[in-house]
Every structure is written in structure tokens, then in C-alpha cells.
Nanobody
Framework: QVQLVESGGGLVQAGGSLRLACAASGRIFSINAMAWYRQAPGKQRELVASIAGSGSTVYTDSVKGRFTISRDNAKNTMYLQMNSLKAEDTAVYYC???????????????WGQGSQVTVSS
């Protein structure tokens, strides 16, 4: 009922920047929390950053000061600006959103397809 399309991944040298985007479409009344997760080879998926409907943000310690999460509610789109990238940031990045389909509906969670981010050292 909701489709998430991610874009912006790729290959970048250490110290470089990338910007990920996650666009939601479909049966959406409102989007509550939005978040970026990542999963590196052989590791568990981890939360990178999240942004509430109020705009408040949370970051994992390893990306604080380097990554910025934002959202455009009019476009149902979330972004992750990644600066000063390091080799250890290499992972598949997934967007995650919590969506209400109507004003009295429960929230449902959706995942994006994943975007590969590779940082060469």
C-alpha cells in the first residue's frame, strides 16, 4: 500500500559526500517517524538516524556531526546528507517509515529496497 523508492547511493572516496533520498507514495494519510538504517557485510542492521514528525532527530554516535537527516513532508520524502564519509560507513542503507493510512488507523512500518554506499579508503 506504500512504496518507498531510495536513490543517491554509490561509490565515493573517503572524505567525500553523498545524499540519500527516500520517497514514499501510495495510500498515505500521515507519516510519523522516518529513519535510516544500514547493514554492513556480516553485521546486523543498525539504526543510523531517525526523525520524528515533530522534526526531532536522533543519531547513532558514529555519525554525529557528519550525517544530517531531514524530511520534506509536502513531498513525503526523507534525506540523509552524509559528509566526511569513512570506509566504515560502507553498507546497504535502508529507509524505514511509519505510516498511517487514515486518521484513525494504526501505524504500519515499511522498508525501502536498500541503497549501496561504498566508501573507498
Amino acid at each position: 500500500q506504500v512504496q518507498l523508492v531510495e536513490s543517491g547511493g554509490g561509490l565515493v572516496q573517503a572524505g567525500g559526500s553523498l545524499r540519500l533520498a527516500c520517497a514514499a507514495s501510495g495510500r498515505i494519510f500521515s507519516i510519523n517517524a522516518m529513519a535510516w538504517y544500514r547493514q554492513a557485510p556480516g553485521k546486523q542492521r543498525e539504526l543510523v538516524a531517525s526523525i520524528a514528525g515533530s522534526g526531532s532527530t536522533v543519531y547513532t554516535d558514529s555519525v554525529k556531526g557528519r550525517f544530517t537527516i531531514s524530511r520534506d513532508n509536502a513531498k513525503n520524502t526523507m534525506y540523509l546528507q552524509m559528509n566526511s564519509l569513512k570506509a566504515e560507513d560502507t553498507a546497504v542503507y535502508y529507509c524505514h517509515v511509519s505510516v498511517q493510512h487514515c486518521s484513525v488507523c494504526n501505524s504500519y512500518n515499511y522498508w525501502g529496497q536498500g541503497s549501496q554506499v561504498t566508501v573507498s579508503s
